[in-house]
């Protein structure tokens, strides 16, 4: 009686532990690439105040920040709340999303700023120049904007609700809001050549 070969089993190749390391590879190479870039965003919350800064994701809630230079900065997600930016230059910056609740920013310069879907919740902007800046879908709730210059702002969807807009001029570049413009801006009544003595 003839016996059946026996077969003894084959060691696992190399080949399933390749495909498997292949597939691992990327995803663990991309999460190490995200946390190694999410380091220096952190770390940029320290730099000084300065043109074109990296303050995205930053705590800076009471900070003095008035009369620095921080055209072109990128704040996007930044927290300013209760900050000093008085006469501060916000040119061109990204302030996307960022909060200004309870901020100064009097006669702060913040011509072609991007403040869409931010926060400037009773934020002080007397005197501020808006100029061509965005404003898309932010809320301005009990905002100041006495005597600020609003000309080309981007409005769509803002929250104006008990914003004072007195002596403000408006986004056509001409009207100037009346006193008590609170929330719309009405505009000042003309004088007539009566008024003014002729």
Not at 39 to 62: H, I, K, M, N, Q
Not at 82 to 103: E, H, I, P, T
Not at 181 to 192: F, T
């Amino acid at each position: 009686m003839k016996r059946g070969r026996t077969t003894t089993p084959e060691p696992p190749t190399a080949a399933p532990v390749a495909r498997l390391a292949g597939r691992l590879l990327p995803a663990l190479l991309m999460a190490v690439s995200v946390t190694t870039a999410a380091d220096p965003a952190r770390a940029a919350c320290s730099d000084a105040a300065a043109p074109g800064v990296e303050w995205r994701r930053c705590l800076l809630d009471g900070a003095d920040l008035s009369d620095t230079d921080l055209s072109g900065a990128d704040l996007r997600d930044t927290s300013f709340k209760r900050a000093d930016l008085s006469g501060a230059n916000l040119v061109q910056a990204d302030a996307r999303r960022a909060k200004f609740v309870s901020a100064r920013l009097v006669g702060a310069t913040l011509d072609g700023a991007d403040f869409t879907f931010g926060d400037l919740t009773s934020a002080d902007l007397t005197g501020a120049s808006l100029r061509n800046a965005s404003l898309r879908r932010s809320k301005l709730f009990r905002a100041k904007l006495r005597d600020a210059d609003l000309s080309g702002v981007i409005m769509e969807g803002a929250d104006l609700l008990y914003v004072d807009l007195s002596g403000a001029t408006w986004i056509d570049g001409k009207t100037v809001c009346a006193e008590g413009s609170v929330g719309r801006c009405h505009a000042q009544p003309q004088k007539s050549s009566a008024d003014l003595g002729g």
